[in-house]
Structures are given as C-alpha cells and as structure tokens.
C-alpha cells in the first residue's frame, strides 16, 4: 500500500511547477520540433510566453543543439496572492548548455552562470502553475 504524505503547501507547489518548468525546458530543447516542444512545455509555460520561447528554441534547433546537463534550481522564497505568485531562486545555469548533434561535441560557451538572483512570476491557470516572466537582477547570490 502506498502511504499518501501531507499535501504540498501551495508555495511548494509553486516550487515544484518551477522546477518542472527546467525539466520542460530542457526536454523541449531535445525536442527539435515547434509542436513537440509545445506539447512538452505546455503544462509548465504561460501561453502568452510560448511563442517567443519556441521562436528561441528555433535558433538552437537551426544550429543543431540540444540540452545537455541541466538547471540547478535554489528556491529562496515563494510570495502567493491570489493567482499569483512571485519566486526568487538563486539559479545556476553553470550546469546547462548544449551539446552540437552533428559533432556530438558540447558547446562550451552555451553554459550560463552560476548563482544568479531571479524573479520568476507564476500564473495559477487551469488548475496548475505556469511560467510568465522570469528576470535576472544580475548580481550573485548564495544557494
């Protein structure tokens, strides 16, 4: 028998659509496809992002990338009002970049940087928490 735990706080649940959100992001990367990465982002992505998210996405696929490595999430605080909420993470993106399909080699200037302040606004539609807006403050800080 499966023991149910407590449920999430609703912070949590923001918490973990945003760190479904890099998962998403990372598979839709591999994806090389508009519909397929769509479809694979569209539970963890606001609507009114997914066009310039997907026209990104089209110059990594051009160039014949796809994800390699991944987001490390550090979630510092979670702000909800109504529909909603405001998360910061200190996000290291030193581990994510991408890797070259022709050469099979990774591609060393694809990795961002480590620890890096962002502000993540999540919207509550359809039952589950979506990325609208992220935004770097562009100054470190500790995980």
Not at 9 to 32: I, K, L, N, S
Request: hydrophobic fraction near 45%; aromatic fraction near 8%; charged fraction near 15%.
């Amino acid at each position: 028998a499966v023991t149910a735990g407590p449920a999430p706080t609703p912070q949590e649940a923001v918490a973990t659509a945003y760190r479904g959100y890099w998962q998403a992001y990372a598979a839709a990367m591999t994806a090389a496809n508009a519909a397929q990465a769509r479809t694979v982002l569209a539970p963890y992505e606001a609507q009114v992002g997914m066009p310039q998210l997907i026209k990104t996405l089209q110059v990594v696929w051009a160039a014949h990338e796809v994800a390699y490595g991944g987001a490390v999430t550090h979630v510092k605080s979670v702000q909800i009002t109504g529909t909603r909420a405001i998360l910061n993470d200190c996000l290291d993106l030193s581990h994510f970049g991408a890797v070259n399909q022709v050469t099979g080699r990774i591609v060393p200037e694809s990795f961002g940087l480590p620890n890096l302040d962002y502000y993540v606004t999540l919207m509550r539609t359809g039952g589950r928490w979506r990325v609208s807006n992220m935004q770097s403050v562009e100054v470190p800080c500790k995980p």
